[in-house]
């Protein structure tokens, strides 16, 4: 399938992977790159010269394209972002701020550099920046979300912004894949999908806990702080939400949080630690390659898109 976004990528099928922390490293990046899709090394707070690592591996694995998540509240964020260029990546994708004093650097280097965005005045800004396209990310996400649904937020975004939109949240299969086609977006980026992946480091606890997730799973920690992010209940998500009610501070909130993503992703301590996974994990039902992932969502949006 041809897209714009498939023409500025390089890549077989409009599909991203998300950038998740400590989920989105080498193995699956290059697994999913592989697989026609883009793969993403998420850097989020990992020291720069561990992402430079992770970049040369996943170039050992693949001569696909692969790609840079950064976060931007991320102290390290300027060294990788020079770092990025220095491996010759050539597709960044952001969250968490505005890439705009990077913009000159990436753009002279031919990085191509896709901003997630909640809202359409964001998506306005990272076009006005000089941004190739951009991910509107609805609530359904996993992780840190916005309030716009991927319903109300993609057309509006498609509608507003010349560059190529993708849609981000609530997509698992060719169902949301075609929906999003349907609404304007010209790919799809999927994170919670591929925490389950055979390819990813992810612990098998973790992904189990995603597998067995029902559509009532879901849960959001942190609405009154300003800082809401999307995990499937648990203990910790049970004492959290108690602390909250309760008016507990942010640097309490923070404290009982600390270190508890990888804890899950690494250890696979999924009573106390975050599970971060989208509204769509009730939909994800077994583990996959990333290549029968890429190609069952493809088959099954190509049949669905027939006549439209």
Not at 20 to 25: L, N, P, Y
Not at 163 to 179: C, K, S
Not at 186 to 194: D, H, I, L, P, S
Not at 249 to 275: C, I, P, Q, S, Y
Request: net charge negative; with cysteine; glycine share 10%.
């Amino acid at each position: 399938m041809k897209t714009r976004i498939t023409e500025l990528l390089g890549i077989e099928y409009p599909i991203i992977q998300g950038g998740m922390a400590w989920v989105a490293e080498y193995h699956l990046a290059a697994a999913v790159a592989e697989a026609g899709g883009l793969g993403l090394i998420g850097a989020a707070s990992a020291p720069p010269e561990i992402v430079r690592e992770q970049i040369r591996e996943a170039k050992k694995l693949t001569e696909k394209p692969v790609g840079v998540n950064i976060m931007l509240l991320n102290p390290n964020a300027e060294e990788v972002a020079k770092i990025v260029v220095e491996e010759g990546v050539k597709v960044v994708t952001t969250g968490a701020g505005n890439p705009a004093k990077f913009m000159e650097m990436w753009k002279n280097a031919g990085v191509k550099v896709i901003p997630v965005v909640a809202s359409v005045a964001m998506a306005k800004m990272m076009e006005r920046a000089g941004a190739d396209a951009v991910v509107a990310e609805g609530t359904e996400s996993g992780g840190h979300i916005g309030s716009a649904t991927t319903m109300t937020l993609v057309p509006q975004v498609a509608d507003a912004v010349n560059i190529p939109v993708v849609a981000a949240g609530g997509i698992a299969d060719g169902r949301g894949f075609a929906a999003a086609m349907m609404l304007g977006a010209e790919a799809v980026q999927m994170g919670t999908v591929f925490v389950t992946a055979e390819e990813s480091i992810v612990h098998n606890n973790y992904k189990q806990k995603v597998i067995a997730a029902k559509d009532i799973d879901s849960e959001v920690t942190g609405r009154s702080t300003g800082h809401p992010v999307r995990c499937i209940r648990n203990k910790m998500t049970r004492e959290y939400l108690k602390l909250e009610q309760e008016g507990a501070t942010f640097e309490e909130l923070e404290h009982l949080t600390l270190g508890t993503l990888r804890n899950a992703v690494m250890d696979g301590d999924v009573v106390n630690g975050t599970v971060m996974a989208g509204q769509i994990a009730g939909l994800i039902k077994e583990e996959k390659s990333c290549k029968e992932i890429l190609q069952g969502i493809m088959a099954q949006a190509q049949e669905l898109l027939k006549g439209c």
